[in-house]
């Protein structure tokens, strides 16, 4: 089975500058899906970015990036230029897609971000 | 597009008794799952729907069932009601394209609390 690790519960951050939210899993399969997912007091999951594990390339969403190192299997997520609309529960998400990526989704225990005006 | 839609957003039910919440996905979208996620803690899958039969199930028991109709919307159902089963309950839709599924979106979940 599949097990997603953040190991961070809570980071602070002031706003407009840099956070790094950290990830680790633990799998062996080599085809499958990584996602940040945002969660605010709304209760919503919001899709922050994804990454193919086959692809080497770093997903980059406007503000959010990845390192996506697939050898440590380590996922983390880079928010530059914070901002208070960020402030939020972050959940590290793995999907395997080996039969047809119907998987359902294997989160994380989340880290809550702070940001500090 | 209304996005993924629960209801209702809040209930509270008595030890033993059953509860069954809804889902209706989001537009164009044919697969539904549930998640389970407790207070503090992430969410945890509870199953899978996709063309109106269970197609994948997580480590959860047979008090949990479901059911997704011709028009691809859902139930949540849960047996026997525990104090332990207290957590926000939420759906995920997502499409199935070419043997592939879509990433999946997320209703504002249903918040149980069990007395």
């Known amino acids: 089975a599949q097990t997603v690790t953040q190991s961070q519960p809570e980071m602070s951050v002031q706003e407009a500058e840099t956070v790094t939210l950290s990830c680790t899993y633990d799998?062996?399969?080599?085809?499958?899906?990584l996602f940040w997912y945002k969660q605010p007091p709304s209760r919503q999951m919001i899709l922050v970015i994804r990454?193919?594990?086959?692809?080497?390339q770093n997903a980059t969403e406007n503000r959010f990036s990845v390192n996506f190192q697939k050898a440590a299997k380590s996922f983390s997520l880079k928010i530059s230029d914070s901002q208070l609309g960020d402030a939020a529960m972050y959940f590290c998400?793995?999907?395997?897609?080996?039969?047809?990526?119907?998987?359902?989704?294997?989160f994380g225990k989340g880290t809550h971000l702070i940001i500090q005006p | 597009d209304a996005g993924v839609t629960q209801s209702p957003t809040h209930l509270i039910k008595t030890r033993g008794q059953q509860v069954t919440l809804r889902c209706s996905p989001k537009?164009?979208?044919?697969?539904v799952s549930w998640y389970q996620q407790a207070l503090g803690q992430g969410p945890q899958f509870i199953f899978q729907?996709?063309?109106?039969?269970?197609?994948q199930r997580g480590n959860f028991p047979d008090r949990f069932s479901g059911h997704q109709f011709p028009n691809y919307s859902s139930e949540l159902n849960v047996n026997a009601l525990l104090l332990g089963d207290s957590a926000l309950y939420l759906c995920?839709?997502?499409?199935?394209?070419?043997?592939?599924?879509?990433?999946?979106?997320f209703g504002q979940g249903t918040r149980l609390t069990v007395v």
């Open positions: 995920a839709s997502s499409l199935e394209t070419g043997g592939f599924s879509t990433e999946a979106f």
């Open positions: 799998t062996s399969e080599s085809d499958y899906y």
């Open positions: 990454q193919e594990a086959y692809k080497q």
């Open positions: 998400a793995y999907r395997s897609n080996q039969g047809g990526g119907a998987d359902g989704l294997t």
């Open positions: 537009s164009g979208h044919d697969t």
């Open positions: 729907y996709y063309e109106e039969e269970e197609r």
